[in-house]
C-alpha cells in the first residue's frame, strides 16, 4: 500500500515551521528560539489532574484581561499564540478561494498555518530599510486574485525587531473595514513604549491582537498564548477550538504568573533583558566581522555578519546555538541571537571575539 496517497495533496507540498526545537542542534549554550534563560518557581497541585480542565480557565483569561486592561469577553486562551495564529485562519478563512497577506520576511507560522489550512498567501513588499506601512499591505490585498480576509502583521517584529506605527495601524483598520487585521504582540513587553495597541479592540471590530506567556513571562514551556478581539470574533473561535486547549497544570502556572507578584517579576525580568540587550549589542558592534546590528524591541537582537553562514558554523561547533536566517528573504548572513543570561553572553562574545581574531 502506498501510503503517501492518502496524504491530502495540500499536505505533501507543505513544507513544515522550522522551529528551533526541530532543527536542534548539539550544543550547551541554546541562544536560538528566544527563550528566557531562566525559570521561576511554581507550586502546582496534582489531585485535580483526573478531571478534566476547563476549556477557558476562568481566573487565566480575568487574569491576563486585567494585566492588559480589556473586558473578559474580549480574551480567549489557546496553547501558545501559534494555535491562535491557526484557529483565525480555520475560523474565518475559506479554504482554496480565499487568503492572508503576510510581509516577509516574517514569524513563519502565518505562512504554514495557512498553507496546512488550504488557504492562499500573498506578500506584501517591505521598505528598504524593511519597515512596513498600511499602503504596502493594502497593495498587497488590492492585487491578490483572491479574497483577503486576514492580514498578519507582527510588532516587535520577528526576526526583524521593528514595529509597527500606531496611525498606520489605525488607516489599514479603516481601509479594511471587512478584513481582520491580526497584529502578533508577542515581544510587546520588550518595546519601548507606546506600542500596546491591544486596547483598540474596543474600537475596531477587525482587530485581533495576539499575545503570549512564552517570552517576557519566561514560560515557553507551558504553551499559553492568548487572543484580544470583539467578543463575537472570540464565540465564534470558541467553535472551532478543541474542548481542552488548556491542560489544568498550564492554567495553575499561568494563574500565578498573571498575579501581581508575578508581573512584578516579569517586569523585572524585561528591564534586565533589555539591559543585557544593550551590553551585547555594544559588544557586537566592536567586532570587524559585524556588518549591522538591527534596532531591536525584542528580546533578540537580528545581526548581519560579513559572513553569517561561518559565524554560525564556528558558534555551533563550539556548542553555542544561534538562529541563521541565510535563507530569508533580503536577510542573507543575517544571524538572531536570543538574550541570554550574563554567562552565556559571555561565552558568546568570547566566541564571537575568537572567530574574529582568526579572520584578521
Known sequence: MNLSKLIAKHVQKLVPYQSARRIGGHGHTFLNANESPKSEFYIFNSTTLNRYPDCQPEEVVSGFADYIGVQYNHVLVSRGSDEAIGLI???FVEQENEGIVIAPPTYGMYEVAARTNNVRVAYAERHEDFTLDADLILEAVNKADFNVKAVFIDSPANPLGILFEKAELEKLLKALPDTLVVLDQAYIEFARKGYDFAKLVDEYDNLIVTRTLSKAFALAGIRCGFTIANPEIIKAMLKVIDPYPVCDPVAQIAKQALASGGINLM?????ECIKRRDIL????????IVEK???SNGNYLLVKFKDGPAVFNAMAQK???LRSFEDKKGLKNCIRISIGSDLELEELMRYLTQFANSQA
Not at 267 to 271: I, K, L, P, T, Y
Open 89 to 91: 485562519i480555520r475560523t
Open 267 to 271: 517586569e523585572v525580568r524585561v528591564a
Open 281 to 288: 549589542d555594544s559588544a557586537l558592534r566592536s567586532l570587524p
Open 293 to 295: 546590528i538591527f534596532e
Open 319 to 321: 556548542g553555542v546555538i
